[in-house]
């Protein structure tokens, strides 16, 4: 048995985890910000508004684009990593050095931070346990 191989539907089990710690990492920081905000209602509305850009245009398109390059390994069994594509990591990688260095020299107000990692964060998560339903679905098949 070699190790770091998974069945590959397992793949998208992996994907729905690390997308959902995530989400919650991002929520974790935003909402502080959240509830401290003076205008609440105004903060809330964008983060609805791009929790529905980035679940609606971005994220759930990512999650069936993985989905299908998954479910296409010829092999049953692949390293855990193949969660992702190159490509991918590389994205996540330049997102988290921005949002890091974006809070770490004061970029932006806080406020902004507020809604846009608490919309953010909350499209990751949820995209998150859509990975996880189909999961169960290829489980299922």
């Known amino acids: ?3 770091f191989i998974v069945k590959k539907q397992c793949l998208l089990l992996i994907a729905g985890c690390v997308w959902m710690f995530a989400g919650f990492m991002v929520m974790k920081t935003g909402y502080p910000l ?4 003076t205008s609440l209602g105004l903060i809330l509305l964008g983060a609805s508004i791009i929790f529905l850009f980035f679940y609606l245009k971005i994220f759930s398109k990512l999650v069936r684009r993985h989905e299908i390059r998954i479910r296409g390994y010829e092999e049953d069994k692949v390293a855990f990593w193949k969660f992702f594509d190159r490509k991918q990591y590389v994205i996540i990688a330049i997102m988290m050095s921005g949002g890091i260095l974006i809070r770490y020299y004061h970029l932006v107000p806080n406020w902004f931070i507020a809604f846009f990692y608490s919309g953010l964060g909350f499209a990751l998560f949820s995209c998150g346990t859509r990975f996880v339903a189909r999961y169960i679905k290829f489980e299922r098949a």
Request: charged content about 30%.
């Open 34 to 37: 959240l509830q401290k905000s």
């Open 1 to 3: 048995m070699k190790p």
